[in-house]
């Protein structure tokens, strides 16, 4: 069976990748395979900050994945240092704090997609 580890790199303030992660993740689940982690790093990891106010009349995509993840036992992490460099307050609702060691070891039996 394939399984998938997804990489979130971009600010999610500025492109549909996030979206576009959720879309693959649910088809990925729906047609059996399986989804090893989801990882936020560079500008991705504004999804896990804990300041972040949205307007009302966008989708809050940061509820949308930790919601998703735990529905389906999916691990998501992201990189402590990029929201460190960030200077982010970090959000403590189905966010996992990890390292890149962390993210590449979780690799060894997936396939990598990168949004």
């Known amino acids: 069976m394939t399984t998938f580890s997804l990489l979130l790199t971009t600010s999610p303030l500025a492109s549909q990748d996030v979206a576009s992660a959720l879309q693959f993740a649910s ?7 399986q989804i090893e982690q989801i990882f936020l790093y560079q500008d991705a990891v504004l999804l896990a900050a804990a ?11 940061s509820k949308q994945l930790a919601g998703f993840c735990q529905q389906h036992q999916i691990p ?5 240092t990029a929201a460190e460099k960030r200077g ?6 189905g ?8 993210f590449a070891m979780r690799l060894t039996n997936s396939k990598l997609v990168q949004f």
């Open 88 to 93: 982010l307050a970090m959000s403590d609702s």
């Open 27 to 33: 088809a990925a689940l729906t047609a059996g395979y």
């Open 95 to 102: 966010f996992i704090a990890a390292g890149l060691a962390e």
């Open 76 to 80: 998501l992490l992201y990189c402590v």
């Open 51 to 61: 300041d972040i106010d949205l307007p009302t009349d966008e989708p809050n995509l």
